[in-house]
């Protein structure tokens, strides 16, 4: 457990410094340690939960946040999400699923980003709320936030700024993370859900700590850019050692 927790704060600390809840990663090392594939997703979206909904509330203290716009598109991945989290997945779907997604979100955060993002936005940008369901539903099915996802399709659209779209992306993962949370306990069942937070409570302190930090502090001491290269890395490796052991 202690190199485990160790990994998710590293995990947590470079998501959230690019405003991200790091959810496929927890769920991938969980998978690396082991445990039951149908517990990860309970404690990857709690994890994501603890460190998303923090930097949720500091976008939106700072004004940044586009609210029309982030509820329009989170509004039709939300239930997607809690129809993904009900929906029964097997062992190998679900690893093959959450792999791909993994060494996909690497690839994605790989991507150049321009932090002021002064061009006028593509004529895909107004279809953005569209990719917001079928996100939603793999969100839900997999585990994890799917602002991962979603932000690279925002940024590629030029559909706002740079942190407009940190902003959407956090409040995305949180709301997705709390459906595709209610989905996982509707099917799973209360007592799993009890089990799961209980032995991982060293977990969810580790996020928490190492979100804090990743959201105040990492994006002072590193670059942006640097920080995307660092965490594109854990993720690719993680999702690489997923699916070379299927």
């Known amino acids: 457990m202690p190199w485990l927790a160790a990994a998710f704060f590293v995990t947590a600390l470079l998501y959230a410094s690019v405003g991200f809840g790091g959810g496929s990663t927890y769920a991938a090392l969980l998978a690396v340690s082991g445990l039951d594939y149908r517990i990860l997703p309970l404690i990857a979206l709690a994890c994501n939960i603890v460190v998303v909904a923090g930097s949720t509330v500091r976008f939106a203290r700072a004004g940044v946040t586009p609210w029309r716009g982030a509820v329009i598109v ?7 999400a809690l129809l993904g989290g009900l929906t029964p997945i097997g062992e190998g779907p679900f690893f093959v699923l959450l792999g791909a997604s993994l060494l996909l979100t690497g690839a994605t955060m790989l991507l150049p980003v321009s932090e002021t993002q002064a061009a006028e936005p593509t004529r895909l940008a107004r279809f953005m709320p569209l ?15 799917g602002g991962i996802f979603l932000a690279p399709l925002l940024h590629l659209t030029r559909w706002r700024d740079a942190r407009s ?16 949370l209610a989905g996982q306990l509707l099917k799973r069942g209360p007592d799993a859900f009890a089990g799961a937070i209980y032995e991982s409570l060293p977990l969810l302190i580790a996020v928490a700590i190492g979100g804090q930090i990743g959201s105040l502090m990492a994006l002072k001491l590193l670059p942006p850019r640097w920080i995307r290269w660092l965490t594109a890395a854990l993720v690719i490796l993680v999702g690489a050692r997923l699916l070379s052991g299927l």
């Open 74 to 80: 989170t509004a039709l991945a939300a239930p997607a």
């Open 165 to 180: 779209i940190a902003a959407t992306a956090s409040f995305f993962i949180l709301v997705n993370s709390l459906f595709g």
């Open 131 to 145: 990719a917001a369901a079928p996100l939603g539903y793999l969100a839900g099915l997999v585990g994890i936030g």
